[in-house]
Nanobody, 124 residues
Framework: EVQLVESGGGLVQAGGSLRLSCAAS????????IGWFSQAPGKEREGVSC????????HYADSVKGRFTISSDNAKNTVYLQINSLKPEDTAVYYC?????????????????WGQGIQVTVSS
């Protein structure tokens, strides 16, 4: 059974940092791309970053380039999203998701396994 479990969210002041973690199980880690999505209040969920760790390919939405960094620890089957210089508009529920792909990861419509989501709230 594919499982994705997010952790590391919370309340943080603007300008601060957070590292979100996504622990994956139930599938061969190298065979899947992992993506991070955000859903702000009243908005649709959107892909913000992804990684195909078997080939080291990463992708970032334009809105987060320079502030978000995605990485993976294959030994732990875990993907991280480091978020720096947090802004109030980063407030959202963040989800990690997976889809079977060893190469490109940035077609965010293809993700079909989802974590439960984790809240990130940025105060001004």
């Amino acid at each position: 059974e594919v499982q994705l479990v997010e952790s590391g969210g919370g309340l943080v002041q603007a300008g601060g940092s957070l590292r979100l973690s996504c622990a994956a199980s139930g599938f061969t880690f190298d065979d899947y791309a992992i993506g991070w999505f955000s859903q702000a209040p009243g908005k649709e969920r959107e892909g913000v970053s992804c990684i195909s760790h078997s080939v080291g390919y990463t992708h970032y939405a334009d809105s987060v380039k320079g502030r978000f960094t995605i990485s993976s620890d294959n030994a732990k089957n875990t993907v991280y999203l480091q978020i720096n210089s947090l802004k109030p508009e980063d407030t959202a529920v963040y989800y990690c998701a997976a889809h079977r792909s060893r190469f490109y990861c940035s077609n965010y419509e293809l993700y079909d396994y989802w974590g439960q989501g984790i809240q990130v709230t940025v105060s001004s």
